[in-house]
């Protein structure tokens, strides 16, 4: 009896051993497994963030692109506006210089009638 309970006792601490290492393989397979995919998670998140960073970039490309398209009329207007008023300046400058010319005509013609006058009485007098 006390050899059957042995070869009994041996029997199960076999299968016991058995049961473990096939517990612990399949607890390897699983670790395997799940190793596997966290890097294909971690490689698909990889990706993701940078398609999302692709897509930030494009979208603030687009955006400057936009902001710039909407100055740039803004710009050329106040340029067409600065261009009118140097024009505008420059006509009112010439003008000015006109009026100056014609009244400094005006003054050296009077200047030389009264010199005239001056030097007709000038020979009546000697």
């Given amino acids: 009896i006390k050899v059957k309970e042995q070869n009994d006792l041996d029997k199960a601490l076999h299968h016991s ?28 998140s990889n990706e993701d963030e940078e398609e999302m960073i692709q897509q930030a ?6 955006a400057e692109v936009q902001r710039k398209e909407q100055e740039y009329p803004e710009l050329q207007a106040v ?3 600065s261009q009118h008023e ?4 420059e006509e009112d400058d010439d ?8 009244h400094s005509k005006l003054e050296q013609m009077d200047f030389d009638k009264q010199l005239k006058i001056a030097l ?5 007098i000697t």
């Fill in 57 to 62: 970039l494009a979208m603030s490309e687009k």
């Fill in 17 to 44: 051993i058995k049961l473990t290492k096939e517990t612990e393989e399949e607890e390897r397979e699983l670790l395997r497994e799940a190793m596997e995919l966290s890097e294909q998670h971690y490689v698909q």
């Fill in 120 to 124: 007709e009485e000038s020979i009546h």
């Fill in 86 to 89: 140097k024009e505008s300046i």
């Fill in 95 to 102: 003008l000015l210089m006109m009026e100056i010319l014609e």
């Fill in 79 to 81: 340029l067409a506006l």
